[in-house]
């Protein structure tokens, strides 16, 4: 089973980018499904807002970040990653990486819409955004 874990979080102002990566550890992503999640804080709701099949090509967005962060990875280096462009305060949370076995479910809508990310395979620490001017 692997391993994820996050990277690239920080401070940006408002209309700023990031791009985060999910690292992974332990086995390779490529049976993986990858899916972007963010909670924010003082809630215990988690948002999935993009999610990747294994081989790429298909992508499901979240209707709050459609049109403005693009998942991607690439499996030959064990990684994923999350662009996001035009970053506004509400964007402002702790973005989890997850994955979760292809085999086992093969839709990545399914993946974002469940929201609770702790009930697949494997997912990271963390990393916390913030976008203030």
């Known amino acids: 089973q692997v391993q994820v874990m996050e990277s690239g979080g920080g401070v940006v102002q408002p209309g700023g980018s990031l791009r985060l990566s999910c690292a992974a550890s332990g086995g390779t992503l490529v049976g993986y499904n990858i899916g972007w999640f963010r909670q924010v804080a003082d809630t215990e709701r988690t948002d999935g807002i993009a999610c990747i099949i294994n081989r790429g090509g298909i992508t499901f967005y979240g209707d709050s970040v459609k049109g403005r962060f693009t998942i991607s990875r690439d499996n030959a280096k064990n990684t994923a990653y999350l662009q996001m462009n035009g970053l506004k305060p509400e964007d402002t949370a702790v973005y989890y990486c997850?994955?979760?076995?292809?085999?086992?479910?093969?839709?990545?809508?399914?993946?974002?819409?469940?929201?609770?990310?702790?009930?697949?395979?494997?997912w990271g620490q963390g990393t916390q955004v913030t976008v203030s001017s």
């Open positions: 997850a994955a979760h076995r292809a085999t086992q479910m093969t839709s990545v809508q399914a993946m974002c819409v469940m929201g609770d990310f702790r009930s697949l395979s494997s």
